[in-house]
């Protein structure tokens, strides 16, 4: 009896060390041009809907279906703006959980280099925006992100069971991935403000947009290899990372062939089938197939 339980135990540790030990690999399989977006910067998927949003005359976002292997366009606009000017002119990430307030970034390059930004974080009333098609009515919160390096891109995940707002750096210089406590940070003026940094860890370098895969506790850092251009994805253990205090990488893929600025990356319900954006005027939205 011993022996057979031994035996089984083994088994069972061979089993989960080929689970944890299986690699994660990504391969695109289609590229189309989606027009009206501007420079697109990302890609929200709620419940079958589609969210690309970009920064064209003024930041806006359009909502498609995914129906056979490509995108409808709903007709359905959104524009960033209240009393019709531009509020959120350079959209960097939508935080949205279905529960939670909604968030949104905007990072602001104040010089030609590049070496001054403003961050800012919106909560936004996001059933409201879907409803009249602007920010007016619907802007509930500005706050300053200056807990950041450098820009903002929020997005939600979970850690032991409670949800935060993760944003990242884009720079090159002491990054970080940063959780904020959206209650406090629904109600701060400033992201430095006690109570609304709740942990951070350091991260690479050129991360465009955050994606949080809840089914396997897995944050995607969507990347550029250099400033710019060139697409990497680094799916990181959360959990583990929060821990160390640094990135604790399960796989960094950079995908040949993609020479241009990756922007943002979603999966489409389930953990294979995914669509990146970038910010191309052609063939700016790519599908992609992830095996696990």
Not at 28 to 44: E, M, N, Y
Not at 106 to 122: E, F, M
Not at 243 to 253: A, C, K, L, M, S
């Amino acid at each position: 009896m011993k022996k057979l339980l031994f035996i089984s135990i083994a088994i069972l540790c061979l089993g989960l060390t080929a689970f944890f030990n299986k690699t994660v690999d990504m391969t695109v399989t289609r590229a189309l041009t989606i027009d009206s977006l501007g420079a697109c910067q990302g890609i929200s998927y709620q419940h079958g809907r589609i969210f690309l949003y970009g920064d064209r005359e003024v930041g806006m976002i359009r909502e498609f279906r995914l129906v056979g292997d490509s995108l409808t366009y709903m007709n359905k606009e959104y524009k960033l703006t209240t009393n019709g000017q531009d509020v959120i002119n350079h959209p960097t990430g939508i935080a949205y959980n279905g529960t939670g307030p909604t968030f949104m970034g905007n990072s602001i390059r104040l010089n030609k280099d590049g070496t001054k930004w403003k961050a800012v974080i919106y909560c936004i009333n996001w059933d409201g925006l879907l409803k009249t098609g602007t920010l007016d009515g619907n802007l509930i919160n500005t706050i300053d992100d200056d807990a950041c390096i450098q820009g903002t891109r929020p997005e939600y995940v979970k850690y032991n069971n409670k949800w935060y707002v993760a944003t990242a750096d884009y720079g090159n210089n002491g990054n970080e991935v940063r959780l904020y406590d959206p209650e406090a940070l629904k109600k701060a003026s400033r992201t430095s403000e006690k109570g609304v940094l709740y942990k951070k860890f350091t991260c690479t370098a050129w991360v465009q947009n955050l994606h949080w895969i809840a089914s396997k506790n897995i944050l995607v850092l969507i990347q550029n290899q250099k400033e710019g251009r060139m697409w990497r994805f680094t799916y990181i253990d959360l959990k583990k990372s929060i821990e160390t205090g640094t990135q604790q990488v399960i796989r960094e893929i950079n995908i040949d062939g993609k020479q241009d600025e990756l922007e943002g990356f979603s999966f489409l319900g389930d953990t294979q089938k995914g669509i990146a954006v970038s910010s191309s005027r052609k063939n700016n939205v790519t599908f992609t197939n992830t095996s696990w």
